[in-house]
Every structure is written in structure tokens, then in C-alpha cells.
């Protein structure tokens, strides 16, 4: 039937690695049986979400896409599920990843790359990278699987997969998510939000996920607002700001364009338009790959093959042969690259040259957004400084992998609210991406910029 036919298709994109539709069931029955009831609707009732495989879900397999975590079947729910199943959702499933969030384009995931529903109009067939880490995630929502998804961005995991399939992602504030039950990967950066159709939809969303939670320490203890109903795309009275260290060597001319039409959109609700500058924006990428890394091998030491998932214990062995076999066979070569380089710069001699002076740096680009938003509300850039590239391109070249996230980790860095909304087509009919980034806590502001790019 045409319905099995779609679900082949669908399979064919490796976005999901658990299926869950009993758990979506059970909130669409639930949701049936209030309404009958005449009950208030809750604000996601029935809805099917996906969750990216970094959120800990009770009784259902969680891995990270990381054979370390083979058979690891959490006894907890991670914060941020439970506010969504409590607000009526249902999960349809686990969605596959970069392995632990490391990655840009999904080809780090341990259960094969997820594959973008795009294809270039061009001619060229190659199947293409859905972006990183949440590709299943931004393939799931653009293939229309399902109408949202969880994401997690520690550098710009929500936002670049966004980007590459034409869909929408935020980023909220450090701190209004809960962390707890979500796989840690760099604890001062990682932030769960949603991805999903429109801007609209991920306010839904978001409302649903944030909140206070006294399990996570650096949560704000703050209210949610009500950013839905407060959307407005009448942005007179603001004042956007573009910052000029963000017109980088390389970028596609098509790129440009978009930027300059994204101001143009801006400009026709209403907004005041200013050039601004944060100087420190060359040294945000560098710094990430340093603070990142760091932050990573501190929290992997917790897969040693006792405790969780995967355990390598050879004929005889002692404790130590088993560390070694199971974190050499548990993890893949971008998770141990970021493992050894984290262990090198916390290690003695080398602390202060590397680790210290990254978190200099990072007080400065904090500083930088600072100074801005003395002349702007909101910043306005493209989200990454390509379309989607090919499955392959650049997985044999770490670094040309981590230069796609230029655009997005100045703001992770200080932690601050950004988005990625569609702003239309390059000439191979691909989707590219534009970012709003807010001040602290001014996800409306950040909201109310991408409708009115939408
Ligand atoms: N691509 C970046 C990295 O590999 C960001 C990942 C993320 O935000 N989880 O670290």
C-alpha cells in the first residue's frame, strides 16, 4: 500500500534507531479520552515527537549512537521528556545522532549515517549529510515523520541540521532546560530545544520543555513565558544588529545573498537596521574545540565498562584490560579524537596555555555580545557558511567538519538564545539557513525575528 511505500521510504533515511508507537498511541488515546471527556486540552495533546537518543528515556533503550552504550535501558526520565509526555506528547521514537553529539553532518553515529530528504536539483544524486549533531532529528521533522523533535545544541547541534533540511530549531538560554537525563557531553554549553515546521511550533514546543528543575544545578529558576502567545512579526522599535566579523572568506556569494534579504525582511517589519562588531569572533571556534573536548573527557570517564552499557572483559583480564578493551572497542574515532584532546589540555604543562586561555577567550566573546546588544535587540547571520554537503565530504577531514559551525558557537559560548529559520533556496535547491541570536533570556525577541523572516 501507498502507506507501507512511505514507511520503506522513511526507513531508507536511518533517522530512528528505537520505534516507539505504543508510547505516541498512548498519548493520542489519552488525548481522545480528555477531549470525549471534556477536559481542557493540554497544549501538546497527542502530539507524536521524536527525541534525539541523548535524552534518557525510562524503560527505552538510550545509546547516544554509541556502542559503549550497547544495552544501556535507562530506569529514569530525563527532565526534559517528562515536561513534554506531561504536557500531552507522545514519543514515536528514539532519533539516531552524531555519537554522543560530537559531530556536524550525523556520520559519527555508531548505527550508520541518517540521510537528508534533500537531494540537489543540479544533477548531482549523492545522498546528502542532514547536518550534526541532531541529523536525525532535522531529517525526521523534514521529512514530515513527525511534526517536532528534540535537540540538543552544544555548539550548534540544533541549528546547522536545521538549517540543512529547511526546517526551524532554537537554541533557548543556557539554563532553561533541565540538563538532567541528558547524556552530557560539555556541561557549560549543552542546552536541549526544539526542532520542528515553524517558528510557531517551536514556541509550542519550548514552552513544553523549559522550566526549573532542582536536579540540575545551573537551571534558572525562573517562570516560562508564554512565548506563543506573545509571537508578533512587527519588530518596529527594534534595532538588528549585523556584525561584520561574520562576512568570512569563502562564504558562498549565495550566502551574501540571502544575509542581505534577511535584512531586507527585517527591515519591512519594521526594524532599524545597525552594523555592529564582535572583534573576538575569529577565536570562538578555537576556543570551542578546546573548552568542548575538555569538558567531554572529564564526563566520558564515567563509560568504564562497569556501570553502564558495554563491557569488553577479556580472558584473564584485570580491571585495567577491561577500561582499556571497552572504551577502545565502545567508542568511535571522533569521540576518542575529542577524549584525547580534552585529556591534553586539562593535563599538567599545558592547563594554562590551552585550557585557561580558553576560557579567557570565551569571557571576551561574552564581552563582545555584551557591548553589542548596548546597539541592537537581536543579531542577525546565516547559520552556517555552506548548504548541505555530500555524505563523505569531509568526514575524512576533522577540521573542515569543525569550520561548519563557525556561525553558531560564539553564541554557545556565552550561552545566549539563538535560531535557525529557512531562508530559501541556493541554486541546487538546497536550504539555507538564517540565525537570530538574542540577549539573555529574550527567546521572544530571537522568536518574533524568525517570523518574521518566515
Ligand atoms: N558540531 C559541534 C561539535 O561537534 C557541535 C555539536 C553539538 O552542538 N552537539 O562539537
Known sequence: ?????????????NAFLVETPEHALAAADEADRARAAGEAPKPLAG????????????????????EILAGFVPPYESTVSQNLWDAGAGMLGKLNMDQFAMGSSNETSAFGNVISPWRRKDGGNAPLAPGGSSGGSSAAVAARLCPGATGTDTGGSIR???AFTGISGIKPTYGRCSRWGTIAFASSLDQAGPMARDVRDCAIMLEAMAGFDAKDATSLQLDVPRWEARLSSDLKGKRVGIPKEYR???MPAEIETLWQQGVDWLRDAGAEIVEVSLPHTRYALPAYYII????ASSNLARYDGVRYGLRDL???AGLQDMYAATRADGFGAEVKRRIMIGTYVLSAGFYDAYYTQ???VRTLIARDFEQAWERCDV?????APSAAFALGEKSADPIAMYLNDVFTVPSSLAGLPAMSVPGGLDGAGLPLGLQIIGKPLDEQGVLNAGLAIE
Open 292 to 295: 568542548a573536548p575538555a569538558e
Open 47 to 66: 502530539v507524536p515527537i521524536g527525541m534525539k537518543d541523548l535524552f534518557c528515556t525510562n524503560g527505552v533503550a538510550t545509546t547516544a549512537a554509541s
Open 248 to 250: 568570512v572568506d569563502g
Open 379 to 383: 543579531l542577525l547571520t546565516p547559520t
Open 314 to 316: 577479556p580472558e584473564g
Open 358 to 360: 580558553a576560557q579567557k
Open 160 to 162: 546547522q541540521p536545521a
Open 1 to 13: 500500500t501507498a502507506f507501507n511505500a512511505r514507511v520503506a521510504g522513511a526507513k531508507t533515511l
